[in-house]
């Protein structure tokens, strides 16, 4: 099959010509519809399928559901596992990696080999896996599968290879971190406790060395029990039972007491002395009552005893408050000496960790920061601070703060834009941070050779927008701007504002940017439209107000015809929309209790307002309310500075706005744009008598996020951010639709044509818009500014405009909107428009340069609009009149000849699937279209051609987030929400995958281990001597033997140990290559000396049997034989 489609790629006959707009070209890729193909469009196409490679690049934001945490504080690495099983490492700002486990499973828990380059992590499926992070893109070099025993807590001792594992049994393992094979050595349950003790003492939760003897181990069970066990003498030391469940247990540094955290919310205090009972025990949040009784508390679920040189011991802990103060948000509580600080947070504490200056547990720990991961957030307190000040966290852990509900991504920006959006946000930025450095300082990233200014734009759900600087696979926020403070609060308790209460009226759909001439567009979801202007001064200004009124008072019924090919013509109806208002009406006027009518979703202030510099808000369009019928959802938007004018349209028509005169040019429903070119043979219908209900939205368009009912808004958007991984999620979000079936919502199932699939009742949503120059009709010699139209129907329409070149005259003058011209025909609603000169380069569309409307007036240089356009006509000389129009839509693409109208080629993207996003973009000095389907693919096909160059099948399954926050950018890029917290950005460029080592940054840093330090004679001599113990002689094969195989299987990464030794340079890794080759070195003497042993029992054994023989046979005469 392959090859047969490489022989039809290679086609260059024509086939049997159809008629324009006729969708009924073969599937072939690249077919021609028309023969000979012109010379004038004879394109040299340089794009080939070796250019193309898809692969993820980089992931920003907090990681989503965190459960685990661990810190190098050697290397000063952070590690967060997730719930779906991802592992970002941090270091500092630029060295951010994430990782994912195939098995998709809950981390538990994460280990540093302490400057080592390794990583340990526990995982839910309980399996054990190491990682490399001496390489730039971690990968796992051993796996370790559990079968019998499920995983709950696992210790790595600093500068060990022996893991401690323990279980829900309450049986503790011993894994060899090198070969990642479990020891014979096993800790089982019962042989810890007492004999007597009748009841399980219930899952590990606990494991730690004593810092005064390395061959003592700590078990902690979550009964209650508590276990030191001797290593080398293979008993337990002492047994403490204690009432109350076990949630953490601590150290103090020199190992002769420890502490524990409980169910309770109590502390208790242990000294290897006496360990019948604890010498104290605090409730530190536990008030005594008036009946002299203390409060019930929450557990405290960690607790961290760290010692300082020069001040009290730090302890840490979170939860222990009383149950009685309902509403507490969670707190970290930091006890030192008799000051009791409380931090309260803004979620729920995942996890903390102390950072220290030293990794050995047996020195003073000297605690200077503590990490606290949270469900939505990262924070790191400086405890060197009386007032534990929080740092500035320099990583973008903020991009959830308000739901992510869009997206937009522009590469290869102006380079003064980014510069201008830092010094403006700079000034609103939060004061009161430490004054240190970011503690998490370890790897290193440098600035790549292939940059260039990018930004991406998302919008939120409360209605603020954030711009950031994406630049070298970075990410930090540049500016914040809130569309909120257009409008005036609604007052709780009012009609309309009653029924908003509980909802986000501001959340952004959708957003239109041009960075050339820093004009912003900004849709929300109360049907509202703003305008900004970027000015680098502050101004007092009155915002203008235009609203619309765009509904109608009959429905249209489309009857489609047998054959597509051959569409009816036939005269419309009056289908035209309610004159429109260009001043709000009063919320009261005009309507009663039951009844809106001709009023707003939200009241724009209508008093001067001062704003700061940036972008400030200059015209706001909203839709109205229509007999009781709230306005339907915008679906589509383009401005076009040049021009001067603004084109949005929904379910029920388009409107077109001139925002440099504040008039509404157009207003008009989708039927009345065709005049007397409908393609489709309309029905007229009475009046409907049963009005929608007031709550009902329009569901056209894969533009439009938002549910049919505005009590529903809520819980759509949320369905955006949420994860929906799921084929039941989608089905829930398709319900919610009054266009349940419509093929916009539908992931599943195959689509038919454009006509026949759509229901009967269903109205054509404008979905697409684009300003550009072009011809709208077929006998034009020039082209003139025009609207590119398309239709959920699968109709592009070409409206045609004159719009006055000079300065004064464009103020004075009203544009004038000729009749639609050109109509061409796709399958599916149509998705984008792009435009190429005869040469095959892209025509980008014409924009004003910017100019500050606030700066001062300069009589010398009076400030007047300058106009970039990119007229078809720049290749004339070259090629002749006219350019190419790329049309896509949900299942196909289109190249037509301008202004002939001649379909030159056509490809059917895909049959059983539906495409998401297009979008026509450059990359290797050449362009392409660039596609995203449904079922996950991502595909390039070439221009003019659409010949397919890559088809990446690369989700299996998109859920609605991904969907509706998919864009492309130029140079081969893209982004999406991949969760509810994070945005993923991936490169289908074949060069940008060659170059990426290069751009990512180096987790791992040779760095000498800092030396322990003298403990002095005295302290060595009865403090015990850690460092005489062998874990090798305990553990290995030769003393503890094999463990069964069925309790564990071991399976080999694909980077194996060879990987990491090769990875390993400097002194660090030329020590570490020789302790391995020093301890393989060893296992062969040892084996050697074993077989040696063997052979001497049995030359011993011979001696004796032949020593035996001959005092048996020295009397015996020969013929006694």
Not at 144 to 153: A, G, H, Q
Not at 240 to 255: R, T
Not at 616 to 628: K, S
Not at 942 to 966: C, E
Request: proline share 6%; charged share 20%.
């Amino acid at each position: 099959m392959k090859k047969f489609r490489k022989v039809l790629d290679g086609l260059t006959t024509s086939s049997p010509g159809g008629t324009i707009g006729s969708p009924a070209c073969g599937s072939t890729a690249g077919t021609p519809t028309a023969a000979p193909t012109p010379k004038e469009i004879d394109v040299q196409e340089t794009l080939v399928s070796e250019n193309f490679q898809l692969c993820k690049t980089v992931r920003h934001g907090f990681p989503y559901q965190p459960t685990a945490l661990a810190f190098d504080p050697v290397q000063k690495i952070l590690a967060i596992g997730s719930r779906s099983g991802g592992v970002r490492i941090l270091g500092r700002p630029g060295v951010d990696c994430f990782c994912q486990h195939e098995s998709g499973s809950a981390v538990l828990q994460l280990q540093f080999l302490i400057n080592e380059g390794a990583l340990v992590t526990a995982c839910a499926d309980d399996t054990l896996h190491l990682w490399n992070l001496r390489q730039r893109r971690p990968a796992i070099l051993h796996s370790l599968k559990f079968n019998r025993e499920r995983i709950t807590f696992c210790h790595l001792p600093f500068q060990s290879k022996w893991l401690y594992v323990g279980t829900e049994r309450g049986n503790t393992h011993i894994v060899n971190i090198e070969s990642f094979i479990l020891s014979g050595y096993v800790i089982m349950w019962n042989k810890a406790i007492e004999l007597s003790t009748k009841t399980h003492p219930g899952p590990v939760v606990h494991l730690s060395d004593s810092p005064k003897d390395e061959g003592k181990l700590l078990i902690g069970f979550e009964s209650g029990t508590i276990v030191q066990w001797d290593l080398r003498g293979k008993k337990a030391d002492f047994r403490i039972y204690y009432d109350e469940a076990i949630h953490s247990v601590s150290w103090h540094h020199e190992g002769k007491q420890f502490m524990c955290s409980h169910s309770d919310g109590s502390l208790t205090m242990w000294n290897l002395r006496n360990t019948s009972k604890p010498f104290q025990v605090t409730f530190p949040h536990g008030k005594i009552q008036k009946d002299g009784r203390k409060e019930s508390c929450k557990p405290i679920l960690k607790v961290e005893y760290k010692t300082s040189r020069n001040s009290e011991p730090f302890v840490i802990f979170s939860g222990g408050l009383s149950y009685d103060k309902a509403g507490r948000r969670p707190t970290l509580t930091i006890m030192h000496g008799k000051a009791i600080t409380v931090l309260e947070m803004d979620h729920p504490i995942v996890e903390f960790m102390a950072l220290c200056e030293t990794p050995y547990n047996n020195e003073v720990q000297e605690p200077y920061a503590v990490v606290v991961l949270l469900e939505k957030d990262l924070i790191v307190v400086d405890l060197t601070q009386s007032n534990f000040p929080v740092f500035e966290n320099p990583y973008p852990m903020d991009i959830h703060e308000s739901p992510v509900t869009c997206t937009a991504y522009f590469a290869d920006c102006p380079p003064d834009i980014i510069p201008i959006l830092y010094s403006i946000g700079a000034k609103h930025k939060k004061t009161g941070y430490s004054q240190k450095e970011w503690p998490i300082s370890g790897g290193t990233w440098t600035l790549g050779s292939h940059t260039y200014p990018e930004i991406i734009i998302t919008g939120h759900a409360d209605g603020s927008i954030k711009f950031w600087d994406a630049s070298a696979i970075t990410l930090q926020m540049l500016y914040k701007l809130k569309t909120s403070k257009v409008f005036e609060k609604p007052k709780p308790g009012e009609g309309r504002a009653a029924e908003l209460a509980e909802e986000d009226p501001f959340a952004v759909q959708m957003v239109s940017w041009c960075p050339q001439s820093r004009v912003f567009c900004v849709v929300g979801i109360s049907a509202h439209i703003i305008l900004y202007r970027f000015s680098k001064y502050d101004a007092n200004t009155q915002i203008v107000s235009l609203d619309v009124r765009l509904q109608f008072e009959s429905e249209d019924v489309i009857t489609p015809s047998e054959n597509e090919n051959n569409p009816c013509y036939s005269e419309p109806g009056s289908h035209s929309p309610q004159p429109h208002h260009q001043h709000a009406a009063s919320p009261g006027s005009g309507t009663s209790d039951s009844i809106k009518d001709s009023i707003p979703c939200l009241k724009v202030k209508d008093r001067v307002v001062r704003v700061p510099p940036g972008y400030q808000a200059e015209l706001v369009i909203q839709l109205l309310w229509v007999d009781g019928e709230p306005p339907q959802q915008i679906t589509s938007l383009d401005i076009n500075s040049a021009y001067g004018l603004l084109a949005f349209g929904n379910c029920n028509g388009l409107a077109v706005v001139d925002y440099l005169q504040k008039t509404i040019l157009l207003c008009m429903s989708t039927l009345d744009l065709y005049g007397a070119a409908d393609p489709y043979q309309r029905l007229t219908r009475s009046p409907r008598r049963n009005r929608q209900s007031t709550s009902e939205f329009c569901m056209r368009g894969l533009s439009n996020f938002y549910s049919d009912s505005k009590k529903r808004i809520r819980t759509s958007y949320q369905s955006l951010t949420e994860l929906s991984d799921n084929q039941q999620s989608i089905d829930m979000e398709r319900s919610k639709s009054p266009t349940s079936e419509s093929r916009e919502n539908s992931f599943s199932r195959s689509r038919s044509s454009s006509v026949s699939s759509i229901d009967r009742d269903t109205k054509e949503a404008i979905t697409t818009l684009q300003f550009g120059e072009s011809y709208a009709r077929k006998n034009d010699t020039l082209p003139t500014p025009c609207l590119w139209v398309g239709t959920s129907l699968g109709v592009v329409l070409v409206i045609p405009m004159s719009i006055a070149t000079d300065q004064e005259e464009r103020m004075e003058e009203p544009v004038t909107i000729g009749p639609s011209g050109a109509v061409l025909m796709l399958k599916g609603s149509v998705l984008h428009f792009g435009f190429l000169d005869c040469m095959g380069a892209l025509i980008q569309s014409p924009y004003e340069v910017w100019r500050d409307l606030n700066a001062p007036e300069d009589p010398d240089r009076p400030r007047r609009r300058k106009l970039v356009h990119f007229s078809p006509f720049s290749s004339q000389d070259a090629c002749g009149e006219g350019h190419l129009a790329v049309l896509c839509s949900e299942r196909q693409a289109k190249v037509f000849l301008m202004p002939s109208q001649l379909c030159l080629f056509v490809h059917n993207i895909t049959e059983s699937s539906f495409v998401l996003r297009a979008d026509v973009v450059p990359v290797y000095n050449s362009v392409c279209l660039a596609c995203f389907c449904a079922n996950g693919h991502i595909m390039t096909l070439s221009l003019p051609s659409l010949r397919p160059l890559m088809d990446v099948n690369y989700m299996p399954l998109t859920d609605m987030r991904i969907a509706r926050t998919f864009c492309f950018a130029n140079g081969g890029q893209a982004l999406y929400l991949s969760s509810p917290t994070e945005i993923q950005r991936i490169t289908y460029s074949q060069e940008m995958c060659d170059n990426l080592q290069e751009m990512l940054g180096e987790l791992f840093t040779p760095i000498e281990t800092p030396e322990a330090q003298n403990r002095g004679f005295l302290k060595g001599f009865f403090g015990g001597n850690s460092h005489n113990f062998d874990r090798e002689e305990l553990f290995g094969e030769a003393a503890a033997g094999k463990a069964s195989r069925s309790l564990a299987q071991h399976i080999p990464g694909q980077a194996g140990m060879e990987g990491m030794k090769v990875a390993a340079s400097g002194a660090v890794g030329e020590l570490a290559r020789a302790r391995i080759a020093l301890d393989e070195r060893g296992q062969r003497l040892g084996e050697l000396e074993d077989r040696t042993a063997v052979m001497m029992t049995s030359a011993e054994t011979f001696s004796k049997h032949a020593h035996e023989l001959m005092l048996k046979c020295k009397d015996k005469k020969w013929y006694q034989f």
